[in-house]
C-alpha cells in the first residue's frame, strides 16, 4: 500500500539534506516553494514539463540571488528537489532546454511557434506544447505560469516590461494552449509585484548593510582615538635638560 507523503514528511527530508540553518530572511521563499511543488506532486493529474521546470529554477534563482553565504545556495537547491523526490540536475536540465527553446524568437515568432507546436507537437519542447493543449486534466499551477514568463523574458525582455502588452499577449498565447489566460495574467501580476517587493527589500538590505558597516568603522575610529589619547596621558613626561653650563 502507497502512503502519500506529507508536506511534514518533504520538510523533514529537506532539513536532513541541507544541514546548515536557512537565513530567516529567505526560509519562508524555501518553505513556500517546497509546499507548493509538494502539494503539486501528490495530485494525480500533475505531471512534470519542461515549462513547469523553469518555473521552479526561475523562481528559486530570483528570489534566492542575495543569499548569503552564496555557496549555501546550490546546496538548497539540491535538497529541496531531493526533498520533492526530483533530481535536481536534470530539473535544471530541462528548465534550461526550455529556455534555450525560446531564446532567438521575436515575442511574433514565439506566438507562431507555440500555436503549431502545441497543433501538432513535435520534439522537445514543441511535444509538450502538445501534451499541454490535447490534456484537458491537465494541472494548471503558477510555478507553470512563471515558466511561461521566463520564456517570454528569455525572447523579448521588453514585452514583459509592460504589464498591459504582457496581458495582450498572454491572451493570444493562452487560446493554443487551451489555457486560461485570467488565470495566468493573476498569478503573473502577483508575481511581478513580489519581484518589485524584492528588488525593493534587496535595495534596503543593501543601505542597511553599508549603514551598519559605517557605523562599525566610525565606532573603531572612536575607540581608536580615546585609546591613542589615553595612551598618550599616561606615558611618562621626560624631564628637558638643564640649559644651563655649569661653571668651571
Not at 104 to 127: F, R
Amino acid at each position: 500500500m502507497n502512503t502519500v507523503r506529507t508536506v511534514s514528511d518533504t520538510k523533514r527530508a529537506f532539513y536532513t539534506l541541507h544541514t546548515r540553518p536557512v537565513s530567516s530572511v529567505y526560509r519562508r521563499v524555501v518553505e513556500e516553494l517546497m509546499v507548493e511543488i509538494h502539494l503539486l506532486r501528490v495530485n494525480e493529474d500533475f505531471r512534470n514539463d519542461p515549462i513547469f521546470a523553469l518555473g521552479v529554477v526561475g523562481t528559486f534563482d530570483r528570489f534566492m540571488a542575495g543569499y548569503e553565504p552564496a555557496t549555501d545556495r546550490d546546496s538548497i537547491f539540491k535538497a529541496l528537489c531531493g526533498a520533492e523526490e526530483i533530481d535536481s540536475s536534470q530539473f535544471r536540465s530541462d528548465a534550461e532546454s526550455a529556455k534555450a527553446a525560446a531564446a532567438g524568437h521575436s515575442s511574433e515568432d514565439l506566438l507562431t511557434w507555440v500555436t503549431q507546436s502545441a497543433a501538432s507537437g513535435g520534439e522537445g519542447i514543441a511535444g509538450t506544447l502538445h501534451a499541454i493543449a490535447t490534456n484537458p486534466k491537465f494541472k494548471y499551477s503558477r510555478l507553470f505560469a512563471i515558466g511561461l514568463y521566463n520564456l517570454l523574458e528569455s525572447a523579448d525582455p521588453a514585452l514583459v516590461a509592460e504589464a498591459e502588452k504582457l496581458n495582450a499577449y498572454i491572451e493570444k498565447l493562452a487560446v493554443p494552449l487551451n489555457l486560461s489566460a485570467a488565470k495566468i495574467q493573476r498569478d503573473l501580476e502577483l508575481y511581478r509585484g513580489n519581484i518589485d517587493k524584492l528588488v525593493q527589500a534587496q535595495k534596503a538590505m543593501a543601505e542597511f548593510i553599508e549603514g551598519e558597516r559605517r557605523r562599525q568603522q566610525k565606532r573603531a575610529e572612536e575607540l581608536q582615538q580615546k585609546a591613542d589619547a589615553a595612551a598618550n596621558a599616561e606615558a611618562p613626561v621626560t624631564p628637558e635638560p638643564d640649559s644651563a653650563t655649569p661653571s668651571a
